[in-house]
């Protein structure tokens, strides 16, 4: 399969590095990256060691069977532009928040897929990305049921050695991550802490307390997502990814615009029941991005 990933950061490079060894694989991302995938290939290192030879970029070749998008939730709309000339068949979306996918489907003629992703990543250098943990990737209709492009997209990546889950209930599976991202990532990036904080002490019941409000915002919004399935899948992902650093973390401290907008934002701008706690982790998000001209 002809396969473009835009937004080959982190993420997007291991995703693409993987799938590289079975199908026609294209990074599109910034240089350095770009040009020392071009000249050595990618070098997959931590739970994952491997060199794979994708093609790399920084434009979108002409033409793609799939494109997977996972450029921060506030590029979207430039990356659907980009992708337009491509023409792809299938778009995945693994991008944080929601609303991507509306988004890529407003510009875009294909067939548009919703997805998660567990995987961690951490571009270590041009050329190499560290596999922090392997996970799995999910994906399915953004509408939810059944899909043959989801199905063909799923298959691609099984083929690429990539655990894959292909799933009918997408919406509700996108409202958890959403519970899980509003739990973990402004808390940790506010106190500066890894996420193996929210086990325990002072932040943990706020983290538990922003996914209970996003469960009652997507019940509210007709989606079935009980509190308890919010704060498990939350303590879940803070278990196994204890040492890590949320991305929103890293962007503060690269002093960089952050997703809040996509993830505890995007739960006050569904709301129609209180919703405090992400209501406060916003502003005080948004304040630090302000004082720092990043908005």
Same mark, same amino acid.
């Given at each position: 399969m002809?396969? +473009?990933?835009? !937004?080959? !950061?982190?993420l997007g490079s291991l995703i693409g590095g993987l799938l590289a060894d079975e199908h026609d694989v294209t990074l599109v991302g910034r240089e350095p990256h770009v040009g020392a995938v071009r000249e050595r290939g990618l070098e997959i290192t931590g739970e994952i060691e491997t060199t794979t030879r994708p093609d790399a970029a920084t434009t979108v070749p002409g033409?793609?069977?799939?494109?997977?998008? &996972? +450029?921060?939730?506030?590029? &979207?709309?430039?990356?659907?532009?980009a992708l337009w000339a491509a023409d792809p068949d299938v778009v995945l979306s693994l991008q944080n928040g929601l609303g991507n996918e509306e988004t890529l489907a407003g #510009?875009?003629?294909? &067939?548009?897929?919703?997805? #998660?992703?567990t995987y961690g990543a951490r571009l270590v250098e041009p050329g190499v990305v560290e596999c922090t943990g392997v996970g799995t990737v999910t994906l399915g209709s953004r509408s939810g049921g059944r899909s043959d492009a989801a199905e063909r997209t799923g298959s691609a990546? $099984?083929?690429g050695g990539i655990? #894959?889950?292909v799933a009918t209930d997408m919406p509700r599976r996108l409202w958890?991550?959403?519970a899980i991202n509003a739990g973990i990532n402004a808390i940790t990036a506010l106190a500066r802490v890894e996420n193996g904080a929210l086990r325990d002490g002072p932040a943990s019941e706020i983290a538990a307390r922003a996914a209970r409000e996003v469960a009652r915002v997507a019940r509210a919004s007709g989606i079935d997502l009980a509190d308890e399935r919010a704060v498990s899948a939350l303590e879940g992902v803070v278990e196994t990814t204890a040492?890590?650093?949320?991305?929103?973390?890293?962007?503060?401290?690269? $002093? *960089? *615009? &952050? $997703?809040?907008?996509a993830i505890n934002g995007a739960v006050i701008e569904r709301a129609s029941v209180p919703v405090p706690v992400n209501e406060t982790l916003t502003g005080l998000v948004r304040a630090w991005e302000r004082e720092r001209n990043v908005r």
């Amino acid at each position: 399969m002809q396969v +473009v990933v835009f !937004g080959a !950061g982190s993420l997007g490079s291991l995703i693409g590095g993987l799938l590289a060894d079975e199908h026609d694989v294209t990074l599109v991302g910034r240089e350095p990256h770009v040009g020392a995938v071009r000249e050595r290939g990618l070098e997959i290192t931590g739970e994952i060691e491997t060199t794979t030879r994708p093609d790399a970029a920084t434009t979108v070749p002409g033409s793609a069977e799939l494109a997977i998008v &996972t +450029v921060k939730s506030y590029d &979207t709309a430039e990356a659907a532009r980009a992708l337009w000339a491509a023409d792809p068949d299938v778009v995945l979306s693994l991008q944080n928040g929601l609303g991507n996918e509306e988004t890529l489907a407003g #510009t875009l003629n294909g &067939t548009v897929l919703a997805g #998660t992703c567990t995987y961690g990543a951490r571009l270590v250098e041009p050329g190499v990305v560290e596999c922090t943990g392997v996970g799995t990737v999910t994906l399915g209709s953004r509408s939810g049921g059944r899909s043959d492009a989801a199905e063909r997209t799923g298959s691609a990546f $099984e083929r690429g050695g990539i655990d #894959t889950t292909v799933a009918t209930d997408m919406p509700r599976r996108l409202w958890e991550k959403l519970a899980i991202n509003a739990g973990i990532n402004a808390i940790t990036a506010l106190a500066r802490v890894e996420n193996g904080a929210l086990r325990d002490g002072p932040a943990s019941e706020i983290a538990a307390r922003a996914a209970r409000e996003v469960a009652r915002v997507a019940r509210a919004s007709g989606i079935d997502l009980a509190d308890e399935r919010a704060v498990s899948a939350l303590e879940g992902v803070v278990e196994t990814t204890a040492p890590n650093r949320s991305s929103m973390y890293q962007d503060l401290v690269a $002093e *960089r *615009r &952050t $997703e809040i907008d996509a993830i505890n934002g995007a739960v006050i701008e569904r709301a129609s029941v209180p919703v405090p706690v992400n209501e406060t982790l916003t502003g005080l998000v948004r304040a630090w991005e302000r004082e720092r001209n990043v908005r």
